[in-house]
């Protein structure tokens, strides 16, 4: 199976934010959508992606560094200040095996999909898993259809 066909499955709405968004602003977008990352988006191009790994960070370096001192607050912060901004990215014809070891090697649980620079789509460990286990489903009943048709020996 290849990432283009979990695609096709999953559909690739999108969402977007700029770079100078307020990383408030991004929060409250995924909390709506009930959504893990945003792709930030600057010119037409992907300029990095931010999840919930990223607004975590923040907020557990903003607390400690309140223990030592006043900082500013959190509602000042831009998705610029926290994205990553070297995301790790698929191709339509790679293997899902391959984007699983990719995924699992540089620990990132949402990956872009990219066609040269044209963003196709963002895929989830969670779709990858879905695709997956629906492969295998098949398969499984594939084997015992042809199982219960074996020709009786005479």
Do not use: C
């Not at 992606?49 to 900082?71: C, I, K, S, W, Y």
């Not at 790790?88 to 066609?115: D, S, W």
């Amino acid at each position: 199976m290849q990432v283009s066909e979990i695609l096709k499955v999953k559909g690739t709405t999108l969402f977007t934010v700029s770079p100078a968004t307020m990383l408030s602003d991004a929060v409250i977008v995924m909390a709506e959508h009930d959504i893990g990352s945003l792709v930030v988006m600057e010119r037409g191009r992907l300029a990095g992606m931010l999840t919930f790994r990223e607004v975590l960070r923040v907020l557990a370096r903003r607390q400690q560094e309140h223990r030592t001192g006043p900082t500013p607050p959190v509602a000042e912060i831009v998705v610029r200040e926290v994205m990553n901004v070297r995301p790790t990215v698929a191709v339509p014809g790679m293997e899902v095996n391959e984007l699983r070891r990719l995924m699992l090697e540089h620990h990132q649980r949402y990956t872009p999909v990219m066609e040269g620079e044209l963003l196709l789509g963002v895929i989830s460990f969670h779709d990858v898993a879905k695709a997956v286990l629906e492969e295998q489903g098949f398969e499984n009943r594939l084997l015992k259809a042809y199982i219960r048709d074996w020709p009786a020996e005479g």
